[in-house]
Every structure is written in structure tokens, then in C-alpha cells.
């Protein structure tokens, strides 16, 4: 018989008060999540995150992923017999590597998602920026070759997907007037996205536990910051080469309606459902 005053029985439920008014607070409310590094990379917390967003479904939630998959293009390339090569920290994409990308973007890690988010039900529908215009771009830089910067977003395919409550996973390849094919950095997709719906809010699942003041000194991690204090890290040069991507596209979407963002560290198991059900949270916060 199940004694319901033992004290983990009382704490479960809780866990499920406190939560009650933040899943009243998001209930029809669109969240875009930029998914990759460690969570994309380890199967256990893969599988944690499927569970997380079904759940932001269940609960009344639109919740929009966005990823990428550097590594998986690379090893691909690589098996392919073609040595990545980088300029400035960007990829060098000719001809032939916007094909290895999309092999690896669409055709294996977006398939895998959406069949991870699959098996708790029928939810998850995969997407490129190829599909229905969504994502316009302009080449970056010859020297990068086919390397994109997001010239606009169509979010009409999007909006139709989370009115009959699917969850779309979007691939970031997209593709100028012509219809070519371009790599396009996760981050700027995810916060081009984000401005584009407009989304309450806009997560960025890293492999740090958030923004740090004097990193890596772990007292330093900063838990609520605006544009100013954001802008004022990069000039001080607070801020790592992997972090300036996410930041700049935190601080367009919030300058284009989005209400917050969060930078949030995958590693930890359940880290969305911690950031959205609890008074703690988790990672970082950023406002206007």
C-alpha cells in the first residue's frame, strides 16, 4: 500500500503545485529551442530532451526546435574522404560539402530527432530551410563559399504545423533566390526564427552552465542579464568565440519582440523543464 506521507510521495507533488501556474503562464505560448552539443551528442540526455518537449506539448505549450550538427558534418565529410577546412571559426562549404551538409542535417541528425520526439507519440515533423521558403539567405563571404546570412523568414509553414499541435524540427540549410543550398549558423536560424513568430521565448542549449561574468569562475555565473550588461561582456571580451553567435542572435530577437531567452547548459538532465516549471531555474536569463 502506498503511503502517501512519506516525504518523496509530498515532494513529487509539490514539485507538480509550484508547477502548476508557470504551465498556465505558457499554455498556448510558442517557444523556440536551439538544440545541439552535448544533448544532441549523449544518448541518455537525447532522449530526456524528446521527453521534455513532448511534455511542453502536453501541457499546452508550441514548443519549435532548431538545430544543427557541426560534428556530424564533419564526420561525415570526413568518411567522405573530405577534410573539413575553417575560416574565421566558419566552414568552409564548396559545392560538394552543401551536399555532405545536407546529408548530414537533413537526411541523418533531423531524421533522428524527430524520431526520438516520435516515440512518445505522433508529434514531431522535420523541416529544412528548404521546405516552403523558410528560410531566404545571401551568401556570407566567397571565401566560405556556400555559407549563408539569413536575409529573411517565412514562418507561414511553422504557424501551420503548431496550429494542428505538431512540433516542427527545422534543419538549418536554406537558399537564396535562385534555390541554391546554404549552410546557415544554428544560432542566427534559431533567433531569426524566434523574431520571425514572434516566440515568448527563445533557449539555446549549450555545454556551459550559462554566462559567466570572469569565466570560469564558477561564483561568477550570471543569472539574469539585459541587452546592455550583454553588449557590455563582448566589448569587454567576456565572451568565448562559440558564445558571440548565440549572443548576437539573443539580442535581434529580443529587440524584435521576443519577451526572454535563455542560455541553459544541456548537459543537465531536464534542464528545460527546470528553467520553465521551477521558481530556481537553471543557466542564464536574458530581457530587453
Known amino acids: 500500500m502506498v503511503d502517501f506521507h512519506d516525504p518523496l510521495i509530498q515532494e513529487k507533488a509539490s514539485i507538480l503545485s509550484e508547477a502548476l501556474p508557470y504551465i498556465r503562464e505558457f499554455s498556448g505560448?510558442?517557444?523556440?529551442?536551439?538544440?545541439?552539443?552535448?544533448?544532441?551528442?549523449?544518448?541518455?540526455?537525447?532522449?530526456?530532451?524528446?521527453?521534455?518537449?513532448?511534455?511542453?506539448?502536453?501541457?499546452?505549450?508550441?514548443?519549435?526546435?532548431?538545430?544543427?550538427?557541426?560534428?556530424?558534418?564533419?564526420?561525415?565529410?570526413?568518411?567522405?574522404?573530405?577534410?573539413?577546412?575553417?575560416?574565421?571559426?566558419?566552414?568552409?562549404?564548396?559545392?560538394?560539402?552543401?551536399?555532405?551538409?545536407?546529408?548530414?542535417?537533413?537526411?541523418?541528425?533531423?531524421?533522428?530527432?524527430?524520431?526520438?520526439?516520435?516515440?512518445?507519440?505522433?508529434?514531431?515533423?522535420?523541416?529544412?530551410?528548404?521546405?516552403?521558403?523558410?528560410?531566404?539567405?545571401?551568401?556570407?563571404?566567397?571565401?566560405?563559399?556556400?555559407?549563408?546570412?539569413?536575409?529573411?523568414?517565412?514562418?507561414?509553414?511553422?504557424?501551420?504545423?503548431?496550429?494542428?499541435?505538431?512540433?516542427?524540427?527545422?534543419?538549418?540549410?536554406?537558399?537564396?533566390?535562385?534555390?541554391?543550398?546554404y549552410n546557415v549558423n544554428a544560432d542566427t536560424v534559431a533567433g531569426a526564427i524566434a523574431a520571425a513568430l514572434p516566440a515568448e521565448k527563445l533557449v539555446y542549449l549549450t555545454n556551459v552552465e550559462g554566462l559567466y561574468e570572469d569565466y570560469p569562475d564558477q561564483a561568477s555565473l550570471i543569472s539574469n542579464i539585459d541587452i546592455a550588461g550583454l553588449e557590455r561582456l563582448e566589448a569587454a571580451g567576456k565572451l568565448s568565440e562559440g558564445m558571440i553567435p548565440k549572443i548576437h542572435s539573443c539580442v535581434d530577437a529580443l529587440r524584435h519582440g521576443v519577451a526572454r531567452a535563455h542560455i541553459l547548459d544541456g548537459r543537465i538532465p531536464h534542464a528545460l523543464l527546470l528553467e520553465f516549471f521551477t521558481r530556481e531555474g537553471v543557466g542564464t536569463m536574458v530581457t530587453p
Open 29 to 181: 505560448k510558442t517557444v523556440v529551442v536551439k538544440y545541439g552539443g552535448n544533448a544532441m551528442d549523449d544518448p541518455a540526455l537525447a532522449d530526456l530532451f524528446a521527453t521534455d518537449i513532448v511534455l511542453m506539448r502536453l501541457v499546452g505549450m508550441n514548443p519549435v526546435v532548431v538545430h544543427g550538427g557541426g560534428p556530424q558534418i564533419s564526420d561525415l565529410m570526413r568518411r567522405l574522404g573530405k577534410e573539413p577546412e575553417f575560416v574565421d571559426g566558419l566552414r568552409v562549404t564548396d559545392a560538394e560539402s552543401v551536399d555532405i551538409v545536407r546529408m548530414a542535417l537533413v537526411g541523418k541528425v533531423n531524421r533522428e530527432i524527430v524520431s526520438a520526439l516520435n516515440q512518445h507519440g505522433s508529434y514531431a515533423v522535420g523541416l529544412s530551410g528548404e521546405d516552403a521558403g523558410l528560410i531566404k539567405v545571401t551568401m556570407r563571404d566567397e571565401r566560405l563559399g556556400f555559407v549563408g546570412d539569413v536575409e529573411s523568414i517565412d514562418p507561414s509553414i511553422i504557424e501551420r504545423l503548431t496550429r494542428e499541435e505538431l512540433i516542427p524540427v527545422i534543419a538549418t540549410v536554406g537558399v537564396d533566390t535562385e534555390g541554391q543550398a
